[in-house]
């Protein structure tokens, strides 16, 4: 079967194009020249010349806090503007069998919680998670409307060879020296490696539908502290009070959005946040992976 993949010289696509390679003829659409169909999909509709039995859109902003209007819109025009471009090229060149749509556990909207079901309302109000939030809306009438089973996959905190986000400021915090442990790191999150969405399609490609992803582990700041300390042959990093990283939080505060630390960030820190995969390991039949037990930086 023929599968374009957006996305592919990104972390996500990296890890996942050769796994898919063994099962599907795989193409790649993006603005590098390495790509098969190179286009900027947040302000053009690429020029497709062929139809696609799937596409696996993982093409996305994230990773970043907005300082300005302009950085907030760039979420939009490449999470949302970039899906209905794609689309419209889709309508041109053929309307695909199946397309999975990489999202995020961000559209729920929140800092605390235990075992979050697909269930739960979207209340993500951040640039980032109110694009994928427009962009799951868009897909599921742009689907419906063309007859194509739709897919949403939203996974958790990412874990893989140099990822990015809040593992990698960790794995470089704990490299440099400069990272501190918080409250003895207790607060749990829920975390996947990066190649378990690739074997994730075969599966769910064919059947659609809304999944969190996650391993079944949910591991504290505390055990990924250690794990990459112990990679990186380094001292476990040192654990200040909360009252401590209180105070910090507060100046933060005071420096706005660039600053390491302030009370948002904290209270995402310190609290734990973890997501089900029963629905995606009950109807799909899917086995995660270990984080704890295969994660190499």
């Known amino acids: 079967m023929n599968l374009l993949l957006t ?14 390679a063994k099962h599907y003829n795989v193409k790649s659409l993006g603005r590098g020249p390495s790509n098969d169909f190179i286009a900027d999909i947040t302000s053009e509709v690429p020029a497709l010349s062929e139809k696609f039995n799937i596409i696996i859109h993982a093409a996305g902003k994230a990773h970043t806090t907005p300082k300005n209007d302009q950085e907030k819109q760039l979420f939009f025009d490449v999470n949302l503007n970039g899906t209905k471009n794609l689309c419209s090229s889709l309508e041109k060149a053929g309307i695909p069998e199946q397309f999975i749509f990489i999202s995020t556990v961000a559209v729920y909207g ?13 209340n993500g109000g951040s640039p980032y998670a109110l694009s994928k939030r427009k962009a799951e809306e868009f897909l599921t009438g742009w ?46 999150k829920s975390i996947l490696m990066v190649e378990d969405i690739a074997h994730l399609i075969p599966l769910v490609a064919d059947k659609g539908g809304i999944y969190n992803i ?17 990679q990186l042959g380094k001292k476990p990093p040192t654990s200040i009070p909360l009252w401590i990283a209180r105070l910090m939080a507060m100046a933060g505060n005071l ?15 310190t609290g734990s946040l973890t997501f089900s995969n029963e629905k995606a390991k009950q109807t799909l039949g899917w086995t995660p992976t270990d984080v704890l037990k295969n994660y190499q930086i």
């Not at 490299?175 to 003895?184: D, E, F, H, Q, V």
């Not at 420096?255 to 820190?269: C, D, E, H, Q, T």
């Open 7 to 20: 996305g592919a010289s990104g972390f996500l696509g990296k890890n996942i194009r050769p796994i898919l």
């Open 110 to 122: 929140l800092d605390e919680g235990t075992n979050i079901t697909e269930q739960h309302s979207l």
């Open 143 to 188: 689907c419906k409307e063309h007859g194509v089973i739709l897919t949403i996959l939203r996974p958790s905190l990412i874990a893989g060879p140099d990822a990015p986000g809040n593992l990698g400021a960790m794995v470089q915090g704990i490299r440099s020296g400069k990272y501190l442990s918080i409250a003895g790191g207790k607060a749990r």
């Open 214 to 230: 996650c391993d079944d582990t949910h591991p504290s700041f505390r055990q990924l502290e250690l794990l990459t300390s112990k």
């Open 255 to 269: 420096l706005g959005a660039g600053a390491p630390i302030n009370s948002r960030k904290l209270k995402k820190i």
